[in-house]
């Protein structure tokens, strides 16, 4: 342990990189520093990474942090998850093996769903059948797909906040006025409506 009294910012003499990324998985500190053998490493608070005087580190545990924008101009591959904190945007077309949704679609058989999909996240259903409103089948522990014994599949949309049709007719009735040119010539003031003129 080190002896905080002497320098908090010597974190130690350790026997490889890995070992330092295993007692620090977060990173150091600005100013930080350790020993690896009787080489002094210290903490790139830049680069997020430990490297000795003039050169960087290079194991498998590397971050580097860019602020501002990145731009790439051909193929970007990442080997890992990436995490967005913003709105992604794609100008072209999306490809991907896996879109992770909580319906994941209409299956021929249970195996089928099963074979598509064999380690389900909880939340997350689909209809096995061949139309729907088909068996719904939900994950309601992770890795396991149940039968609901309810049909469903068919998307709802809820209209609680738009209008009938005889609501939207007599509305309509307020704002549309039919009358002839001579009645509407003669208005003195036109309110807020929707004017028909006969001849």
Known sequence: MIDPNIDINNLGTFDSIEEVWATFPDGGQEGDY??????LYRWN?????????GSTETTTKQNHTFYGELDVHDDFH?????????????????KAIHVKQPNMGLFASVQALKDAYPKPEVGMWATVGNSIP???????STGVWTATGELGGIDNVDLNDYY???EAD????????VLSEEDY???????????????
Do not use: Q
Not at 170 to 177: A, F, R
């Open 78 to 94: 990442v080997g890992g998850d990436a995490v967005f904190n913003g709105d992604v945007r794609v100008k072209g077309t999306l």
């Open 164 to 166: 009938t049709k005889e």
């Open 34 to 39: 350790l020993f690896i053998g009787d080489k």
């Open 134 to 140: 088909a068996p719904i089948y939900r994950c309601d």
């Open 170 to 177: 007599e509305t309509m009735k307020e704002y549309h006025v």
């Open 185 to 199: 010539e003669a208005l003195e003031t036109k309110e807020d409506k929707f004017y028909f003129v006969t001849e």
């Open 45 to 53: 608070k830049y680069d997020l990474s430990w490297g000795t005087t």
